[in-house]
């Protein structure tokens, strides 16, 4: 069982920054390959980002377009989403997720855990 903690979502300016964490439990961190989804009012959740489970190597949508990036700290069981440049269009409330085995996963069918959410705003 893993439990997922998202934090660092609020209020933020247009083409301001934001910097998302999720705080895993348990011991195995490193045999999951994390993800961040989002989901907008009205909107279905889709896929944000991926890192592989040793980290190193992502994937992106391509809506982000350079402007955020996921990266982990094995050690402190922790994914980051670092988004900068951010639009209104990114409002959404963001979801961590880890899925069990190697590769990149850009499909919510293949993550077996999510956070609860944070929620991203974005002003115009």
């Known amino acids: 069982q893993v439990q997922l903690v998202e934090s660092g979502g609020g209020l933020v300016q247009t083409g301001g920054s934001l910097k998302l964490s999720c705080a895993a439990s348990?011991?195995?961190?490193?045999?999951?390959?994390m993800g961040w989804f989002r989901q907008a009012p009205g909107k279905e959740r889709e896929f944000v980002a991926t890192?592989?489970?040793?980290?190193?190597?992502?994937a992106y949508a391509a809506f982000v377009k350079g402007r955020f990036t996921i990266s982990r700290d094995n050690a402190k069981n922790t994914v980051y989403l670092q988004m900068n440049s951010l639009k209104p269009k990114d409002t959404a409330v963001y979801y961590c997720a880890a899925g069990a085995g190697w590769g990149l996963f850009r499909r919510q069918a293949d993550y077996d855990y999510w956070g609860q959410g944070t929620q991203v705003t974005v002003s115009s």
């Open positions: 348990g011991r195995i961190f490193n045999t999951y390959a």
């Open positions: 890192i592989y489970r040793s980290g190193g190597t992502t």
